[in-house]
């Protein structure tokens, strides 16, 4: 969510993930389960896994303090079933469906709409001309005009955000585009300098695969408002603050804002996008089919409690009040009910009559979008007894705070307000936010209507996922479009504001605290219009089981903005190396970008690369039997079972990452058996029967056409790492495939782990009966096993991959053994000291001291440390 944790150096580091919500994450039954025994406390760290405020703008992300405590746990399962009952809420009550739109899965729906235009309409690859490579300023005079004279297509123009410091992703994005046939895109950077360098870094591309150029626009307005200076961080009166990552980024996002209603002035139709996403179809055919045509504003919500408003996918349509009124006039009954309202939809009384003026719905409330954040850039800051954090100047909170005003037409700041519940400028505004509810903050939530269409999802079931052959749509697909395609459209009007100002010198009137009147100073008057949210199918922010149907061919879902996918192993968190991963696994990230080193943070190898793995064919072979040892495990399939069956094979990636560490090589993350995934979920979990394989599980990624194909996902990270567990640290089986063609027949070594890990002779009797997780209480590892073991390696250098021997045969044993950290009889099997400390993990022997000893013997020694804290997740002991 915010650049420090992208890393420093760059305000974009932040931007693919601009308008990620501070969410508590949407947990669902897992294979750790939600009884408080054995490895499920160990994964339902409450930090790592939860804190809302972790993503929040200005948060580092996951705590590194995690608790293990039964108690903690059992509020996990409260908060999971507090989840779905909400989620629920959200889907039946708010959006009204009882019936769904599109009628039964079983049946395919009654109306099957004809597109607006054939797909090849929207086509404009090999149309249009770049814009000039030195960068244009959007607001400068007469940039805009030329900017949509020479990228607009059919008055459509896609608008995402990118710099040279994370080009990456925006590269990720242009091949997505012109891979569905879009050139009409412009990407906004923030400043001359960052467009000179993407420019920089693509003449790579277009020397390697003669791809066109890029067309890199930025604007200086509003960056040079001088209201930013006061929220620069330490201003004080008469003290100037500094810039910082944060400052750049706020800027940043607001700016997206006010380029889109520089374009929508020019009458082009405005669809901004992040990049952290893929196209899965025909993104024009969805946007523009029934009823999502007649809308002035379209935008995503999030899939957790909150129900808020993600800004990473926003439509503005000019075309929407003419299209709605001519269907009308012909009789079309949804159009005629969003047009005229009634008893059906509270909300609709008291708008003008439609068509009252000339600025569109999308226009000015782009307009008001920007005046929102430009009202806390106008307040005086410094002459307030306590100012709110500068956080008010995030553009998702915004947004939010901006269509609540607009359903109860008040200015109000329901979330705003969270940054500074007792600071003094809410009184000034005129507010004074009430709860009612401190859990669940009903005084956030829209009063969205509900519409039911027959044309909504603009597709039949039958026609989805064809990939399968199935008999008609499977089952998967059934419950999965009940829950996610086929509930009705919530939407709003949006009443013309009136005629006044809403900034931070409109005029306050004494003891008032509901909020001012909505208003907006237009040139001209105002038109009536609709805002609703888009659709799974049209736009989807990648939660729960909807990242799942993915490989899908053809795909329910179009647009995915994997915002709201948290997938990391073994529990649940927001990573962006995790979304890397997803996009890599399934095939959507363009290795050109690898080969080119275009990818973010890196190529996943290089001539240079070195890699620690299992034996390849012992591996699958030794893996595929562990569905069915966990499943003879007594008690099977209770919590205790299914919680140890996960934790072997935990072990062995501890003891695999951790050798690999030690030795300075990258280690390669075996692919698991998707039936070891069946043994370990949940017997009663209803995700897995909505995705598509009946496969659904945070820390794993199913990918395949028609048989599925599971993998790893990345290990949980901690800030104070240099980074996350990205491509660069940790190899995924796909791309070790990939790397043994690259080497074309080099030889390779093998390297064994043969005596099991014991304390040091004197430093604490026979055995380890009692763990101590104190640092300076902590006795001392026997080193000679692991020194043995680097100096076999290091002697092995030069071969690309080494095999490590003495790992596998371990998944056989009753008790596994950590390379690390030698456990209590009985301690892997029971977690009896590990749940009375109240840690997630039991104590490493490899600290500072016996890593210092080390560090003559084990390349990787010095940076140990770190490198376990960029990938946490695939530790049991620390």
């Known amino acids: 969510t915010n650049g420090q944790t992208m890393g420093s150096g760059s305000s974009v580091r932040a931007i693919g993930a601009g308008c990620v919500l501070g969410m508590l994450i949407v947990l669902f039954r897992q294979w750790t389960p939600a009884e408080p025994a054995q490895a499920a406390v160990r994964a339902a760290s409450s930090t790592e896994v939860h804190g809302a405020a972790r993503n929040r703008p200005g948060s580092s992300g996951p705590g590194s303090a995690e608790s293990t405590s039964a108690a903690s746990l059992r509020r996990l399962t409260r908060r999971e079933r507090k989840q779905k009952r909400l989620h629920a809420h959200t889907i039946a009550a708010d959006l009204g469906a009882v019936g769904v739109g599109g009628g039964s899965c079983a049946a395919p729906p009654a109306v099957i709409p004809t597109p607006e235009h054939p797909e090849s ?11 000039p490579r030195e960068a244009l300023d959007l607001a400068a005079p007469g940039v805009p005009a030329r900017v949509a004279r020479a990228r607009g297509w059919h008055n459509e123009m896609i608008l995402f955000t990118a710099d040279s410091s994370m080009a990456g992703w925006g590269f990720h994005f242009v091949t997505q585009l012109r891979a569905r046939g879009y050139e009409h895109w412009i990407i906004l950077s923030d400043g001359p300098e960052n467009c000179r360098g993407m420019h920089r870094q693509w003449d790579a591309m277009m020397q390697a695969h003669r791809e066109q150029p890029l067309s890199c626009v930025y604007s200086s307005y509003p960056g040079s408002h001088p209201g930013w200076e006061q929220w620069k961080p330490g201003t004080k009166k008469g003290q100037p603050g500094a810039t910082d990552n944060m400052h750049k980024v706020y800027i940043f996002w607001a700016t997206r804002w006010v380029a889109a209603l520089a374009l929508l002035r020019q009458g082009q139709n405005v669809l901004s996008l992040d990049v952290d996403a893929v196209l899965l179809g025909d993104l024009y055919a969805r946007l523009r089919s029934y009823p999502m045509v007649w809308q002035d504003v379209l935008i995503t919500r999030n899939e957790d409690q909150s129900g808020s408003l993600n800004c990473g996918f926003v439509y503005f349509n000019r075309d929407a009040p003419r299209l709605l009124a001519a269907a009308a006039a012909g009789g079309d009954q949804a159009a005629i009910h969003l047009s005229t309202g009634g008893e059906s939809a509270p909300g609709v009384a008291g708008c003008a009559a439609h068509g009252s003026g000339d600025i569109v719905a999308a226009e000015w409330m782009c307009e008001m979008m920007w005046e929102r954040l430009r009202l806390f850039l106008e307040v005086d800051r410094l002459g307030l007894y306590k100012s709110p954090n500068r956080e008010v100047l995030w553009e998702q909170d915004a947004w939010n705070d901006l269509v609540k005003s607009l359903d109860v037409r008040k200015r109000v700041f329901p979330w705003a307000t969270a940054y500074g519940r007792k600071s003094d400028l809410w009184a000034a505004l005129g507010y004074a936010r009430v709860v009612t509810d401190p859990v669940h903050h009903p005084e956030k939530w829209v009063n969205w209507n509900s519409l039911a269409d027959a044309r909504a999802p603009p597709f039949d079931l039958a026609a989805i996922d064809t990939s399968l052959a199935t008999a008609g749509p499977p089952a998967q697909l059934c419950s999965f479009s009940d829950m996610y395609l086929r509930p009705n459209l919530a939407w709003i009007p949006l009443c013309e504001p009136p005629n006044v100002t809403a900034s931070a010198g409109a005029r306050v009137p004494a003891g008032e605290t509901s909020g001012l009147p909505l208003g907006v100073v237009l040139r001209r008057p105002p038109r009536r219009g609709l805002l609703m949210v888009a659709p799974v199918w049209l736009a989807s922010l990648g939660a729960g089981e909807q990242a799942d149907w993915a490989a899908a061919r053809p795909a329910p879902l179009t647009y995915v903005h994997i915002t709201n996918m948290w997938k990391c192993f073994p529990h649940p968190c927001w990573s962006k190396a995790g979304r890397l991963f997803w996009l890599r696994a399934h095939g959507f990230w363009d290795k050109r970008l690898d080969v080119l080193g275009l990818t973010p943070r890196g190529a996943p190898f290089a001539s ?34 299914r919680g140890l069956g996960l934790r072997r094979l935990h072990a062995l990636l501890h003891n695999l990452v951790t050798l690999a560490f030690l030795i300075g090589r990258k280690p390669v993350i075996p692919r698991v058996p998707c039936d070891l995934v069946r043994a370990l979920t949940h017997p009663t979990d209803g995700s897995a029967s909505r995705s598509r394989f009946g496969l659904h599980h945070h820390a794993v990624v199913v990918t395949g056409q028609t048989d599925p194909v599971c993998h790893l996902m990345p290990g949980t990270w901690r800030p104070g790492a240099s980074d996350q567990c990205y491509q660069t640290v940790a190899m995924a089986d796909f791309d070790h495939a990939d790397f043994v063609a690259s080497l074309r027949g080099a030889a390779n070594g093998s390297v064994a782990m043969r005596v099991a890990p014991s304390l040091a002779a004197g430093a604490a009797g026979a055995g380890v009966q009692q763990l101590q997780w104190p640092k300076s209480s902590r006795p001392a590892l026997d080193l000679g096993p692991i020194r043995a073991f680097c100096r076999e390696a290091t002697s092995q250098v030069s071969s690309p991959i080494l095999q490590v021997e003495g790992l596998l045969s371990l998944l056989d044993r009753e008790e596994q053994l950590l390379v690390d950290a030698p456990l209590p009889p009985g301690e892997f099997s029971t977690e009896t000291q590990l749940r009375r400390s109240g840690r997630p993990r039991w104590p490493s022997l490899l600290w500072k001291d016996a890593l210092a000893k080390l560090g003559s013997d084990c390349p990787g020694a010095a940076d140990f440390i770190d490198k376990r804290n960029t990938c946490v997740g695939f530790f049991l002991a620390e």
């Open 121 to 131: 309409y929207y086509r404009s690859l090999g149309h249009l001309s770049a814009l």
């Open 608 to 641: 240079e690369t070195r890699v620690l793995a299992l034996p390849w064919g012992a591996a699958g072979a030794t893996l595929a039997r562990l569905p069915e040892q966990t499943r003879a495990l007594a008690g099977f399939p209770d919590a205790a079972s």
